[in-house]
């Protein structure tokens, strides 16, 4: 019966239907702030529900289903790669009337973040990034297998596979349940699509042109990514910070999600305008 | 979430639900009842905290925010506003629901506690007397009349939100939604109150009550809330030391976090 937000659409400049969730209780007597919040592959809008009584006291949290997740539409064969992700947040942006704004992103959620940044920089207040490396081609994921593993028993089987060692650190069966069921939505093409171009990115070398407060928060214990593979921001980026959820596995915004709400919070309020 | 539903004498009234509780777990419900000149929205400050352990249920009582005005030929009373309320739990297949009310939204809780004990579950007053006795409520309206809501609100807030101490724009915020409302139906809402008083009913309250007594005691009758505490079985009380009327809304995240705490002491199992 929960997650009651309302899901609103807008038409990209492709053409497709995106779906998105608005939530906002931050004082109407403030000028209003925008936290556009991208969730992970095989995820949506619905995954970040814990997030929301945190952030959408201070700004209004916007959160997107990226094409072909939750209820946005399959996008067509031409219609996917990471830069049209990309553009997918600016044309809700727009479609806002939104000028500029945080963004926040998961996993793969983070990397459309990252090109965001990349590509549209006058655009983005700040710009967060959780339990990504910068594309999945410098991440340690096999996504052949992935792939192989979901072409011969469904997104639900492989899940169900393989979900103690996504939440080691996770004991409400009922959470797990929920996770399996809830990701298990996600079309099996789709995903095949999907991952496969993740991991074919790597942003590494652009990450200088990067000048908006990054804030990085990383999994500490991940075998899909060392913490050199997360720590790479410091390096390239100069306003980037880095928190490090030590002893945790790679699936923090699910496992965690009400600290990375309050570190999101504490990072966004330092660039609140007032 | 925006809802409307029709109540059995034809009134449309818009209602709001906000979940963010675990999904795979069942969660249980909490209604918002806001004060007289007031809307659900007013509440906005005190939903995150609360939403994130109840399914937050806000009525825009009849007359006010987005709910329809009656006409002045809708028969009105307190009974009129229980049903109102009965009507949307029955509505929600709701049997029995946490109260969470401000001022006169508050009334309608105590009533609702005494003469429908099993649809309420506890309550949380937050500056509501068992009514408004008195000729405050009556001079509001009548100077309002002559002189327009804008400067009669406008001069008497510091005994709604402590004027040295709240941000301006949120004052000026409050002020513009208080204009807002129907002054016609005003007078028949709060004139109705304003006869009414039942503090030799509240012993039947049987549920867990708090109390938030604002201790500056601006508006109303001050010494009614330590009758209450008395009087009610189950009821704790806490003052709000030189506290405004309008706790919920300049004191919303302290409004929220003793609600939490005394839902959380009555009601361990709700909350995991």
Known sequence: ?274 | MKQTFTTSDGIRLAYYIDDYTDPWKPAPTLLMLHSAMSSSKRFYSMVPGLAKHYRVIRLDSRGHGESEVPASDVPHDKWRLNKDVLELLDALGLQSTHILAGSAGGYTAQLLAIHHPGRVRSLVLLSATPGFRGDQGKSWLRESKTRGMRAVFGETIDERIPVAEADPRLIEWVLGEICKNDLAWLERFIGHWTDTWFMDDVSQIQCPTLIVEPGAHPIGTGAAFAEMEQRIPEAERIVYENGRHNVFDYLPERCVADALAFLKKHFPEERT
């Open chain 1, 1 to 274: 019966m929960s997650l009651t937000t309302e899901m609103q659409y807008l038409t990209a400049s492709d053409g497709l239907t995106l779906a998105y969730a608005v939530d906002d209780f931050s004082d109407p007597w403030r000028p209003q702030e925008t936290l556009i919040l991208v969730h992970a592959a095989m995820g949506s809008s619905r995954r970040l529900y814990k997030w929301i009584p945190t952030l959408s006291r201070h700004f209004r949290v916007v959160r997107p289903d990226m094409r072909g997740h939750g209820t946005t539409e399959i996008p067509g064969p031409d219609q996917l790669s990471v830069e049209r992700l990309a553009r997918d947040v600016i044309d809700l942006a727009d479609h806002l009337k939104c000028p500029q704004f945080h963004l926040a992103g998961s996993s793969a959620g983070a990397i459309v973040a990252m090109q965001t940044a990349l590509d549209y920089p006058e655009r983005l207040l700040t710009l967060s990034n959780f339990a990504s490396t910068p594309g999945l081609k410098p991440s340690n994921i096999d996504m052949d297998k992935w792939v192989r593993h979901i072409r011969a028993k469904g997104i639900k089987v492989m899940l169900e596979e393989t979900i103690e060692e996504r939440f080691p650190n996770v004991a409400d069966k009922g959470f797990l349940r929920w996770f399996v069921d809830e990701s298990a939505k996600t079309n099996a093409d789709l995903f095949c699509r999907f991952g496969p171009m993740m991991k074919a990115v790597d942003l590494t070398d652009r990450l200088h042109e990067i000048k908006c407060p990054m804030l990085n928060v990383v999994p500490g214990h991940d075998p899909l990514g060392s913490l050199e593979q997360y720590a790479v921001y410091k390096k390239h980026v100069a306003r980037a910070e880095l928190i490090v959820y030590e002893g945790l596995p790679h699936n923090i915004t699910d496992s965690v999600p009400e600290r990375c709400a309050e570190d999101l919070l504490k990072f966004l309020m330092k660039y609140r305008a007032q």
